[in-house]
């Protein structure tokens, strides 16, 4: 399963409609918990999110309104006794908060959380079934985007085995092995019976003006979760802040590619969402979710590797702050 779940989208002040920030990604079988605010404990007992789920802990920056949560829900680790450890992610420049928040009140410490401070941005884990990236953005405080890539694979054409004579454990050896002699003498190759199947990517921006952190994290992206605070009416208290109004955000989606756009991080000014979609589908025409409080968004199915992409984000072309 590989969804996101969303347990909530305010920005600064929640309201009686939206929770602070708190996104969870299903991941196969990890548990991605993205910027736990305040209530995030209560959103996944509302969302059906048990803490036992939780493999691995992102946080962006040090606002309230993206890690108040992060101590209920350490304390819920331990109250459940999660037997696995559970990773966290933060800038290394807020561990004084990092501390402060695993060790905010007394309780029986019993499960083990592993922090894992970002220094810089790059490459912060390989497990084998996906890498974890981290980009600088572009705010008051340190902040952190974060962006998923799963390996290419391969997939077998069913048509081109058969037309070598390949069944069974012939596939399997051939799979492993690069290449295979078929039943009537000749080499089959990899390449000659399959094709790329794109590994999935996923990306995760939160409060940042326009710059290129941004836009690396946000390249090629199967699911793109970007903060789109104010809208265009309002550029200058965006620019002022440190945010992305709505139109901004769909930019970043269209440029980088991405294929499935979902806006969040609402400034309680704009009681009607309407205007962020209306402001977002001027500038992006792939599909587009309105983040709201215990939304559930699957990741798009595999599509084939686009010409130019790169899963790697590490090299970034010309500076688009001003784009």
Known sequence: MRELVVLGTASQVPTRHRNHNGYLLRWDGEGILFDPGEGTQRQMLLAGVAASDLTRICVTHFHGDHSLGLAGVVQRLSLDRVPHPVTAHYPATGQVFFDRLLHATAYHQVAEVRGAPVHQEG????????????????HPV????????????????PEALAAHGLAGPAVGRLASAGEVVAPDGHTVTLDQVSAVRRGQRFAFVMDTRLCDGAFALAEGADLLVIESTFLEQDADLATEYGHLTAAQAARVAAEAGARHLVL????QRYPDPAGFLAEARAHFTGPITVAADLTRVPLPRRRPPAAGTSAVPGATGPSRTGA
């Open 123 to 138: 490459l912060l884990e390989d497990t084998g079934a996906f890498t974890l990236w981290a980009r600088r953005l572009d």
């Open 142 to 157: 340190d902040s952190f985007g974060y962006r998923i890539v799963e390996p290419d694979g391969r997939r077998m054409l």
């Open 264 to 267: 969040t991080h609402f400034s």
